[in-house]
């Protein structure tokens, strides 16, 4: 059974990682349109039409929806060990909500200390040579994109913490039975 559902979960990691990526571009998208319209919608040729929050929210799903499977795959395979299909399936779908939670602090935290760190005085290097309205937003908006790649990496290894916690936990007997 565990392996009839293995699909359907990966799917729907893909799902959660879409959804994460369209909501993530939102907040960088609030930040520092130019973000988008110089950068982010000609890397991913998105149509004039849809330079907007709307392409935003493509691009961010473009961007993300792959990676639910890349990082559940090996969460999937450590679920694979629990005891029983439910905790099968609550144990991946702890550890995808897990990963997103993570990814999106990390992001986040990102964000707050760009605010406190970057200034028209120190761009970050990357950010220079384009013509912008804010630099500024853009270089900070780049920074939460750029740490959300972090975020993402210490999201998987927490998933795999939750995952092998709660298959352990799983195998376990009770002391009732």
């Given at each position: 059974m565990k392996l009839l559902l293995a699909p359907f979960l990966l799917v729907a990691a893909s799902i959660l990682a879409g959804a994460y990526g369209a909501f993530h571009n939102q907040i960088s998208y609030a930040v520092a349109p130019d973000y988008f319209h110089e950068f982010k919608f000609q890397q991913f040729v998105i149509p004039l039409e849809f330079h907007n929050?709307?392409?935003?929210?493509w691009v961010g799903w473009n961007a993300?929806?792959?990676?639910?499977?890349?990082?559940g795959v090996p969460i999937l395979l450590i679920c694979?060990?629990?005891?029983g299909v439910g905790a099968f399936v609550r144990t991946y779908l702890l550890s995808a909500v897990i990963v997103l939670l993570v990814t999106l602090g990390i992001g986040l935290v990102a964000l707050a200390v760009s605010f406190v760190t970057i200034s028209a005085d120190n761009l970050p290097s990357w950010s220079n040579g384009a013509e912008l309205n804010d630099p500024v937003a853009f270089?900070?908006?780049g920074t939460m994109h750029n740490f959300s790649y972090l975020g993402a990496l210490l999201g998987m290894l927490a998933g795999f913490v939750v995952s092998i916690r709660a298959v352990i936990k799983s195998r376990?007997?009770?002391l009732n039975g």
């Open positions: 929050r709307l392409g935003a929210s993300s929806w792959w990676m639910g499977s890349l990082v694979a060990f629990a005891n270089a900070r908006a376990v007997p009770t």
